[in-house]
């Protein structure tokens, strides 16, 4: 299994960005995916969670409302919408992929792709 996160970059405070997912996962639509960031000088955050089939999401308080987990399953393709983006946000972009649900943390996930780094900064 191989996920190759894209997407980063650097934009304004209150901009947006999309990240995509790329997973070489046969049936993956029946695996949980999560996005996870890492600022530097902090530990991993899990941040938008997305459930086998779609049909539960959970986010983290610190994105709720300003980002959006989904999935393309025809395309084997995840994506985080990020909007309203802050300075804070600034991190690199990790996604994974589980077996579990509810799967809230990093030890839920068994597979992770590189990651993508997003710059907020003005």
């Known amino acids: 299994v191989q996920l190759q996160a894209s997407g980063g970059g650097l934009v304004q405070p209150g901009g947006s960005l999309r990240l995509s997912c790329a997973v070489t996962?046969?049936?993956?639509?029946?695996?949980?995916i999560a996005w996870f960031r890492q600022a530097p000088g902090k530990e991993r955050e899990g941040i938008s969670f997305?459930?086998?089939?779609?049909?539960?999401?959970h986010y983290a308080d610190s994105v709720k409302g300003r980002f959006t987990i989904s999935r393309d399953s025809a395309k084997n393709l995840a994506y985080l919408q990020m909007n309203s983006l802050k300075p804070e946000d600034t991190a690199a972009y990790y996604c994974?992929?589980?077996?579990?649900?509810?799967?809230?943390?990093?030890?839920?996930?068994?597979?992770w792709g590189r990651g993508t780094l997003v710059t907020v900064s003005s």
């Open positions: 994974a992929l589980g077996t579990k649900w509810p799967a809230y943390d990093s030890v839920d996930y068994d597979h």
């Open positions: 996962q046969s049936r993956y639509n029946y695996y949980s």
């Open positions: 997305l459930s086998p089939l779609g049909s539960s999401t």
